[in-house]
């Protein structure tokens, strides 16, 4: 995985929400054939009920709350799967490769802060974040992969991208 350019604005910076495919004020449950899969993360924190349903459980502030959290959120993406919600699953699945992401810009930038916005943009200094959030990104990972590689929930991501996107 390569590095962010010197001086490139992330993607948040010019974000603008009238085109982004995921919306705050559809019930994803009600209506799931709105849903897109997109790409990584995307939509895990605007996809309602699911939001209110996951969100809370998700903390990774050191290993052993990181545990707690993701083996609560596996268990949600178990349960969404076998009730046939994908919607759930993929959030849930979201959400695990979200706590590894996080967790890692915070042990790799003191603060999670991985940009300077007043220096145009440009990347801080690598290396300075906690040590105990590396650690919390590996309990993540483990079950971000655990998810992904689920074959049911394999079959039923290939399925739904065919058929809705």
């Known amino acids: ?16 929400i009238t085109t982004y495919q995921w919306k705050p004020d559809i019930d994803y449950r009600k209506h799931p054939t709105q849903y897109k899969v997109g790409k990584g993360e995307q939509g895990v924190l605007i996809c309602e009920p699911y939001k209110s349903e996951i969100g809370p459980f998700w903390r990774f502030k050191n290993p052993e709350v990181a545990i707690k959290s993701a083996e609560k959120i596996y268990q949600l993406f178990l349960s969404y799967l076998s009730n046939d919600d994908f919607v759930g699953a993929d959030l849930s699945r979201k959400y695990l490769q979200m ?36 650690k919390a990104a590996a309990i993540f990972y483990e079950y971000w992969k655990r ?3 689920q074959p049911d929930y394999q079959q039923q991501k290939l399925a739904w991208k065919k058929k809705y996107g």
């Open 1 to 16: 995985m390569t590095d962010h350019p010197k001086n490139k604005k992330p993607s948040y910076v010019d974000f603008e």
């Open 99 to 134: 706590g590894y992401t996080r967790a890692r810009r915070y042990a790799n930038y003191k603060g999670g802060k991985k940009y300077d916005k007043d220096n145009d943009f440009a990347l801080l200094e690598r290396g300075t974040g906690e040590e105990l959030k590396a």
């Open 147 to 149: 998810a992904e590689n």
